[in-house]
């Protein structure tokens, strides 16, 4: 037998105050075992499920579509700014040209939000913040990435049920709304809530991508990581901005008449 | 003498004690006598000497847990005005007063400003933090490590399981099981050995299982409060690309 199984077994039997006996190699080799079933068990009582797989495709749902769609929606406002009713309308037609869109919708906008938001809202219950202690700025990221995401989730039921809820209850149509943002925007409590909605969800979207990078091993350094978040500082930046000018924009003139022909203020 | 000089100066501190570990905590105050280049150790032997507070009032003497006083053991992590850190390193001359001692509210206390730290080392068991040799034969010398490499390595060697990242992360808490920052680095220092890759995945699949990596979520606390300056969320980033890795390699059966 070996050295080393010797070396355990005289120190074994030191312990047991019993002579050591080659042939208890084996169970020797079945003690060890034991020890190792037994430093796994003491952690078994809470270590239940596997939340890894979870968190990954609460990860990647954030990036593929959440960020996608975003990005794409910033686009579509942004038309209200650079053509007014007539340029948004197409590009909200443009959309709704897209073959089997009420799919996609579901697919790629729908299950993804609903998954992403009730297991981030789990993962935003399962966190203390302790900014008070540690006041540093990814810590402060930390704390608003869980703050701004249970205000973006709130953000979106409200802002789905305004605009896209009412055209699925046949309310409106899809043509109509610019006038239903018209007269959104032009509400003031609803400005500054769509304000604080809008802040939110880009922050949540600027700095989710920045822990995106990390979380799948990209940005790995702390140089990598330092110069990413620099990139998604200045992504959260002109998102919000262009967001924020196309509320502007909805608040015109333009949208004005749009708007006049509806009485959507019932729904809001 | 020295210790006349200043004889009229004070250390002022404060206290959160607790007799049992299931018992109510409480605050006493003690004002000691200043000498040169005290830490809070030291501090604390003064009051073990005379367990007298402020109030003048007889007391039972602070307990606390320490060894090494040179930063290597990780016994005396405490809150020290707050921060957790050792209390060897903590030097009085440098402390705002009155000076605040706490337990690390992260672990179960024993008494006073001891407190368990045994979910760390189940965390090492549970990881396989070593490298096994053990066999039938003499397996003969391992390979040999790249000298590169083994300088980071030797920076992630100086964990010494305090439990300040633990109690600096805001993910470990008793609503999840994250097995936290310490217990990850030492998987990535394991996984670099040249002996101690041969079981990398077996590693890997235990942090990809409950409480495992998938419980950081990029505070970075760690990272400051480590009294070693161990680089915990770049070993944290490192991992999950190699989790990551490991689960596309498993899919596609590679």
Request: glycine fraction near 8%; proline fraction near 4%.
């Amino acid at each position: 037998m070996t050295k080393l199984c010797h070396g355990v077994g005289v120190f074994v039997d030191a312990l047991w105050g019993q002579e050591y006996n080659e042939r208890r190699c084996l169970p020797m080799y079945e003690f060890v075992q034991h020890l190792h079933v037994q430093s796994g068990k003491e952690n078994t009582n809470v270590m239940k499920g596997n939340s890894y797989y979870a968190r990954r495709i609460h990860s990647l749902l954030g990036v593929i579509p959440l960020s996608l769609f975003i990005i794409s929606h910033m686009l579509t406002n942004f038309a209200a700014v650079e053509g007014g009713p007539e340029r948004f309308n197409s590009a909200v037609s443009l959309i709704n040209s897209l073959p089997m869109v009420w799919l996609v919708e579901l697919v790629f906008i729908f299950l993804p939000l609903l998954f992403h938001g009730i297991y981030g809202l789990y993962i935003a219950y399962q966190s203390n913040s302790n900014t008070g202690q540690f006041s540093y700025g990814r810590n402060w990221a930390f704390t608003m990435q869980r703050i701004t995401g249970v205000i973006t989730f709130i953000f979106i039921v409200w802002h789905v049920y305004q605009t896209r809820f009412q055209v699925a209850i046949g309310e409106v149509s899809h043509e109509e709304l610019g006038g239903v943002m018209h007269l959104i925007s032009v509400n003031t409590v609803f400005f500054v809530l769509y304000t604080i909605g809008v802040i939110a969800a880009v922050f949540h979207f600027a700095n989710g991508m920045w822990a995106f990078l990390v979380s799948w091993g990209i940005t790995v350094g702390p140089r990598a990581q330092r110069i990413s978040s620099y990139v998604w500082m200045v992504v959260f930046v002109i998102v919000t901005a262009m967001f924020m000018m196309s509320l502007a924009a909805f608040r015109g003139d333009e949208f004005k008449e749009a708007a006049a022909a509806l009485d959507i203020i019932r729904h809001v | 003498m020295a210790d006349a000089a200043v004889a009229n100066k004070t250390v002022k501190l404060e206290i959160t004690r607790q007799d049992k570990p299931d018992s109510q905590p409480y605050t006493e105050t003690f004002e000691i006598p200043y000498r040169a280049n005290m830490n809070v150790i030291s501090a604390l032997m003064e009051i073990q000497r005379n367990p007298t507070t402020a109030g003048g009032q007889s007391t039972s003497p602070v307990c606390w847990d320490s060894n090494c006083l040179e930063e290597v053991c990780g016994a005396c992590s405490m809150l020290v005005n707050g921060k957790p850190r050792q209390a060897c390193t903590a030097l009085i001359d440098k402390l705002e007063q009155p000076i605040k001692l706490a337990p690390m509210k992260t672990f179960p206390i024993v008494r006073d400003l001891i407190v368990n730290r045994e979910r760390m080392f189940g965390a090492l068991k549970r990881v396989k933090a070593w490298i096994p040799i053990d066999g039938t034969y003499d397996l003969g010398p391992g390979p040999r490590m790249n000298e590169a490499k083994r300088q980071w390595a030797y920076e992630l060697s100086k964990c010494m399981t305090c439990g300040v990242c633990l109690e600096a992360c805001p993910n470990v808490n008793d609503r999840t099981s994250f097995i936290g920052p310490a217990a990850l680095s030492q998987v990535r220092l394991f996984n670099a050995h040249p002996t101690g890759e041969m079981n990398k995945d077996e590693r890997l699949e235990t942090l990809m299982s409950d409480g495992g990596i998938e419980g950081c979520g990029n505070s970075q606390n760690c990272v400051r409060a480590c009294p070693k300056g161990i680089p915990l969320t770049t070993s944290i980033a490192a991992l999950n690309k190699d989790t990551t890795k490991h689960m596309f390699k498993k899919w596609l059966g590679m």
